[in-house]
């Protein structure tokens, strides 16, 4: 029952890694049903058996889900270095890049929405003698 488990949690602050090993997982797991009031169970060989089963599927499951997060994230990061690459290039050219990136953000948005954000910014410069 004891195979080495990586454990990996990713926040906004970073990753910890650690490894552990599936009993330990398995202890952690029956000490969480004891504080959370659950009677102890009677287990018989079978049971601790499909319990060791049920643990290596969802450390297995569990780490996919981290594998594809993980994997996406990379793509994310290549993708987000592709369009600071197009930003550098476009200012290398002599265009101003915040403007470019009003423009780009102005198009995402539909011209009923659009035009109401500009009215509101327009009656905002009017009031601070702007215009």
Do not use: C, N, W
């Not at 490894?19 to 009677?39: F, N, Y």
């Not at 089963?53 to 994230?73: G, S």
């Not at 369009?83 to 002599?94: F, L, N, P, Q, S």
């Amino acid at each position: 029952m004891d195979g080495d488990v990586r454990v990996t949690i990713s926040t906004g602050d970073g990753t910890a890694s650690a490894v552990t090993s599936l009993s330990r997982l398995v202890k952690l797991g029956d000490d969480l049903r004891q504080k959370q009031g659950h009677p102890p169970m009677k287990e018989t060989p079978e049971d601790k058996q499909v319990k060791q089963d049920a643990y290596a599927v969802a450390a297995d499951e569990l780490r996919q889900f981290v594998e594809r997060v993980e994997h996406l994230e990379q793509e994310k990061k290549d993708i987000l270095d592709q369009i600071k690459e197009v930003y550098a290039e476009a200012k290398g050219r002599g265009y101003d890049t915040k403007a470019l990136r009003t423009l780009i953000a102005h198009r995402k948005k539909d011209k009923d929405q659009l035009a109401e954000e500009q009215a509101v910014l327009d009656i905002y410069k009017q009031a601070l003698g702007m215009e």
